[in-house]
């Protein structure tokens, strides 16, 4: 065996676990029998004495879960941060890569139009990213793990050939529709590279908990591939349907009031995603659905899009988008509405409510047979009025979705309301120099009579900032961020609004953690221990 094989080998891995938790001083988990053996198994693979494991990545993942449910989260972090720097020059090892967590990122998107390349026996590097195992496959690409060692986090990259989709295009595209001149409605037929220029367009301005993150994208000329680094959602799909082994009721209600509450920002940034399907719905380790894939999806202006044609899955299309006819238009809102329906059915079914191998017998179903609930497996009243709710055939009938939110299956009878539409839905968009320069540390005895003055006031608004003329709230919002044209930056050399009160207390000051004041007057952040600070600094 060559030296590089043996230092890709962890035949002490759990020595070496053993050592970073008590360097660290974590506790050490007990690790079930059955996540060493994942364990084994991949070391065997990586050794290369074994065969590769049937998705390796993934069941390691798993093993890893496991193992993170039963330890201190930022513990096992830092042990991949450690055992990273530890292992720098080799591919991510399987303990790298185990414990290695997607991070909530709300940084906008980068766009990087220059991509370096390494490969070496193991690996290809792009960038920061050592490319991993294949994770996925679909219609424009693949979909692989890819290690960030920069951050030491997973993501999942979607790789694309720019060629070949053009290619493909050339070849199989259909003669545009002939049709009567007068009502011809403009038809811009979109190359598949157009296409996922736009799906790069809609995703880059949208950062939700329930929608996967596009965190990065390399496009150089010069290459012929695009990459798309997405957050790494680690237990992939929901549920590949046709299954006999459908959610149970009550888990199917958690995905599905994740998956309504993305849906619902992404209405409201005026984007309808039109292909919401399980398949479609990633699921965190921590068990939160993430909505995937704006191939088809497109934005709208005014209160709904107003769609022809058709696109997405076929046995998950609203019967309306299935007209034929030059001048039909069809609600977007209303056929992902229908989607979803089809999707919650599909949760707790395992099967879509209409199915046939012919496309028109399909369509027909879809446009005329009405919904059957098999008796087994059995679901309640309640669901079976929700779910024919939003199948409605007539979109005007259909449940919208300020209505499935506070459905008795949905709040549980009103005893777990859904979050409102402002709560779910704050618009943030923030740039690069913003997120360098909002936050800054200020001194403890200022933040604190800040703090107070604003709890007298009951507001959060500056109380020692000189009164402005009244600006509506909407050209206030619109101001306050330093891009637009109306923001007045502070003067030179002094800070926008510390108080006058405090400006002798300012020097020498011992900072406090856990305040964080964007002295613009836009964000305060206090963690919950000032209240016990500000009391003992009283006193
Ligand atoms: N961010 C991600 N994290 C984890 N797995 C992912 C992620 N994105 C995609 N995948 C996996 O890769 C597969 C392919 O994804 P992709 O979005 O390319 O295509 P698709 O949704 O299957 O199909 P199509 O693009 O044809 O509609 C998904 O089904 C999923 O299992």
């Given at each position: 065996?060559?030296?590089?094989?043996?230092?890709?080998?962890?035949?002490?891995?759990?020595?070496?676990?053993?050592?970073?938790?008590?360097?660290?001083?974590?506790?050490?988990?007990?690790?079930?029998?059955?996540?060493?053996?994942?364990?084994?198994?991949?070391?065997?693979?990586?050794?290369?004495?074994?065969?590769?494991?049937?998705?390796?990545?993934?069941?390691?993942?798993?093993?890893?879960?496991?193992?993170?449910?039963?330890?201190?989260?930022?513990?096992?972090?830092?042990?991949?941060?450690?055992?990273?720097?530890?292992?720098?020059?080799?591919?991510?090892?399987?303990?790298?890569?185990?414990?290695?967590?997607?991070?909530?990122?709300?940084?906008?998107?980068?766009?990087?139009?220059?991509?370096?390349?390494?490969?070496?026996?193991?690996?290809?590097?792009?960038?920061?990213?050592?490319?991993?195992?294949?994770?996925?496959?679909?219609?424009?690409?693949?979909?692989?793990?890819?290690?960030?060692?920069?951050?030491?986090?997973?993501?999942?990259?979607?790789?694309?050939?720019?060629?070949?989709l053009l290619k493909n295009f050339a070849c199989f595209r259909q003669p545009p529709p002939?049709?009567?001149?007068?009502?011809?409605?403009?038809s811009?037929m979109k190359n598949p590279?157009?296409?996922?220029?736009?799906?790069?367009?809609?995703?880059?301005?949208?950062?939700?908990?329930?929608?996967?993150?596009?965190?990065?994208?390399?496009?150089?000329?010069?290459?012929?591939?695009?990459?798309?680094?997405?957050?790494?959602?680690?237990?992939?799909?929901?549920?590949?349907?046709?299954?006999?082994?459908?959610?149970?009721?009550?888990?199917?209600?958690?995905?599905?009031?994740?998956?309504?509450?993305?849906?619902?920002?992404?209405?409201?940034?005026?984007?309808?995603?039109?292909?919401?399907?399980?398949?479609?719905?990633?699921?965190?380790?921590?068990?939160?659905?993430?909505?995937?894939?704006?191939?088809?999806?497109?934005?709208?202006?005014?209160?709904?899009?107003?769609?022809?044609?058709?696109?997405?899955?076929?046995?998950?299309?609203?019967?309306?988008?299935?007209?034929?006819?030059?001048?039909?238009?069809?609600?977007?809102?209303?056929?992902?509405?229908?989607?979803?329906?089809?999707?919650?059915?599909?949760?707790?079914?395992?099967?879509?409510?209409?199915?046939?191998?012919?496309?028109?017998?399909?369509?027909?179903?879809?446009?005329?047979?009405?919904?059957?609930?098999?008796?087994?497996?059995?679901?309640?009243?309640?669901?079976?009025?929700?779910?024919?709710?939003?199948?409605?055939?007539?979109?005007?009938?259909?449940?919208?979705?300020?209505?499935?939110?506070?459905?008795?299956?949905?709040?549980?009878?009103?005893?777990?309301?859904?979050?409102?539409?402002?709560?779910?839905?704050?618009?943030?968009?923030?740039?690069?120099?913003?997120?360098?320069?909002?936050?800054?540390?200020?001194?403890?005895?200022?933040?604190?009579?800040?703090?107070?003055?604003?709890?007298?006031?009951?507001?959060?608004?500056?109380?020692?900032?000189?009164?402005?003329?009244?600006?509506?709230?909407?050209?206030?919002?619109?101001?306050?961020?330093?891009?637009?044209?109306?923001?007045?930056?502070?003067?030179?050399?002094?800070?926008?609004?510390?108080?006058?009160?405090?400006?002798?207390?300012?020097?020498?000051?011992?900072?406090?953690?856990?305040?964080?004041?964007?002295?613009?007057?836009?964000?305060?952040?206090?963690?919950?221990?000032?209240?016990?600070?500000?009391?003992?600094?009283?006193?």
């Open positions: 065996m060559d030296d590089s094989s043996e230092r890709r080998r962890h035949p002490k891995l759990g020595e070496m676990m053993k050592n970073t938790f008590a360097r660290y001083s974590l506790t050490i988990p007990t690790i079930p029998e059955n996540v060493i053996s994942q364990l084994r198994q991949w070391n065997e693979w990586m050794m290369g004495d074994g065969e590769q494991p049937p998705r390796a990545t993934r069941a390691l993942l798993s093993a890893a879960s496991m193992v993170r449910q039963q330890s201190d989260t930022t513990g096992v972090r830092r042990l991949v941060r450690a055992q990273a720097i530890h292992d720098d020059d080799a591919a991510p090892t399987s303990s790298q890569l185990a414990a290695t967590m997607s991070p909530n990122l709300t940084r906008p998107t980068r766009y990087v139009k220059s991509v370096s390349q390494q490969r070496s026996v193991s690996y290809i590097q792009l960038n920061q990213y050592k490319l991993m195992e294949e994770i996925g496959q679909g219609s424009y690409g693949i979909v692989k793990l890819a290690y960030n060692e920069q951050d030491k986090n997973l993501y999942a990259m979607k790789v694309l050939d720019k060629i070949k002939r049709r009567n001149k007068e009502n011809a409605a403009p811009i590279l157009q296409l996922v220029q736009r799906e790069i367009a809609i995703l880059k301005n949208l950062s939700h908990s329930n929608v996967v993150k596009l965190v990065e994208v390399l496009d150089d000329p010069n290459d012929n591939y695009l990459y798309m680094v997405f957050e790494f959602v680690e237990r992939g799909s929901i549920l590949d349907v046709p299954t006999d082994r459908p959610l149970d009721e009550n888990t199917a209600w958690g995905y599905f009031r994740d998956t309504l509450c993305g849906l619902e920002y992404l209405h409201f940034q005026k984007i309808v995603h039109r292909d919401i399907k399980p398949s479609n719905l990633l699921l965190s380790d921590a068990g939160q659905v993430k909505i995937a894939d704006f191939g088809v999806s497109c934005e709208f202006e005014g209160i709904d899009a107003f769609l022809s044609g058709t696109a997405g899955t076929p046995a998950f299309m609203a019967p309306e988008a299935l007209i034929e006819g030059t001048n039909h238009f069809y609600s977007g809102r209303a056929q992902d509405i229908w989607s979803l329906g089809i999707t919650l059915y599909a949760f707790v079914i395992g099967a879509v409510p209409f199915v046939d191998n012919y496309i028109i017998a399909l369509h027909k179903k879809i446009k005329h047979d009405s919904i059957v609930f098999p008796e087994t497996p059995k679901i309640s009243d309640s669901l079976q009025n929700l779910i024919l709710g939003m199948l409605k055939k007539d979109p005007g009938h259909r449940l919208m979705l300020t209505e499935i939110k506070v459905h008795d299956w949905v709040t549980r009878c009103g005893t777990v309301p859904m979050p409102s539409e402002q709560e779910n839905c704050h618009l943030v968009t923030v740039t690069e120099e913003e997120i360098e320069n909002c936050v800054r540390v200020i001194p403890r005895l200022d933040t604190l009579i800040l703090v107070k003055a604003m709890g007298h006031r009951r507001r959060f608004g500056n109380p020692f900032r000189k009164p402005t003329p009244t600006v509506p709230i909407r050209d206030r919002r619109k101001s306050s961020s330093v891009k637009d044209p109306t923001y007045l930056p502070p003067p030179v050399g002094q800070s926008a609004s510390i108080p006058r009160i405090a400006d002798d207390l300012l020097s020498d000051r011992p900072e406090v953690e856990g305040v964080q004041m964007d002295f613009s007057g836009l964000t305060l952040r206090a963690d919950v221990d000032i209240l016990p600070k500000a009391e003992s600094a009283r006193q």
